[in-house]
């Protein structure tokens, strides 16, 4: 069985400061992993993905994660957040064996501060 | 905009009651997902289409059943609806081996 831990629920930041969403996942196969988010009222949006390659996966707005295997990790980090990064996070993961279905975390409430 | 639809944007419905909601995918997408994100049970993967077929199951309630059409548009219908039920629910569409992109959801309350 497959499953994702988001460790926090909640990571409350003030603005331009660094931030760090944990996830945890564990398979016995390979995964694909992923992280989306969630703003108020709408649907999920893809943040960034690790397929294959290089361990390190950046988005377009600042953010990256690092596929650490030995430690089944796939932290979300930004150096600087901004008040617009305020938003539900979301890590997920699937299973390279044709099934597509994506296993998601609890989700991780990104709440930053003036 | 992922280019995912989904209608209705809200729905407001009673306990017994039986639903319908649309998913359209992106032009090119022959896969579609259904999933179910609820304050209890967060986002739940509820069943897979392909091409009209389905491929694949998970936590989909007896009461609940989908379809996908020759389009590509797909179907969730609910019924013997239960306070339970409500919940934010979100299709997903992808090529065989690309991302899931995810339309806005249909917001469910059961009265």
């Known amino acids: 069985a497959q499953s994702v831990t988001q460790l926090d629920s909640q990571v409350p930041v003030f603005e331009e400061a660094p931030v760090e969403l944990r996830c945890n996942y564990s398979?016995?196969?390979?995964?694909?992993l992923f992280w989306y988010v969630q703003y108020p009222n709408q649907g999920l949006q893809l943040l960034l993905k690790?397929?294959?390659?290089?361990?390190l996966v950046e988005s377009i707005n600042g953010f990256e994660a690092e596929f650490n295997k030995s430690q089944t990790s796939f932290h979300l980090r930004k150096p600087s957040v901004h008040i617009s990064d305020t938003a539900e996070y979301f890590c997920?993961?699937?299973?390279?064996?044709?099934?597509?279905?994506?296993?998601f975390g609890s989700g991780t409430r990104l709440q930053v501060q003036p | 905009d992922s280019g995912v639809t989904q209608t209705p944007k809200h729905l407001i419905t009673a306990t017994g009651q039986r639903v319908t909601l649309r998913c359209s995918p992106r032009?090119?997408?022959?896969?579609v997902y259904w999933y179910q994100q609820s304050l209890d049970q967060g986002l739940q993967f509820l069943i897979q289409?392909?091409?009209?077929?389905?491929?694949a199951k998970g936590n989909i309630l007896e009461r609940f059943s989908a379809q996908q059409f020759p389009d590509l548009h797909s179907e969730l219908n609910l019924s013997s609806l239960e306070l339970g039920d409500s919940a934010l629910y979100l299709c997903?569409?992808?090529?065989?081996?690309?991302?899931?992109?995810f339309g806005p959801g249909t917001r469910l309350t059961v009265l």
């Open positions: 997903a569409s992808s090529t065989p081996r690309d991302t899931q992109y």
């Open positions: 398979s016995s196969v390979s995964v694909y």
């Open positions: 690790y397929l294959s390659g290089s361990t």
């Open positions: 997920a993961a699937e299973r390279d064996t044709g099934r597509r279905a994506l296993t």
């Open positions: 032009s090119g997408d022959l896969s």
């Open positions: 289409y392909y091409n009209g077929e389905e491929r």
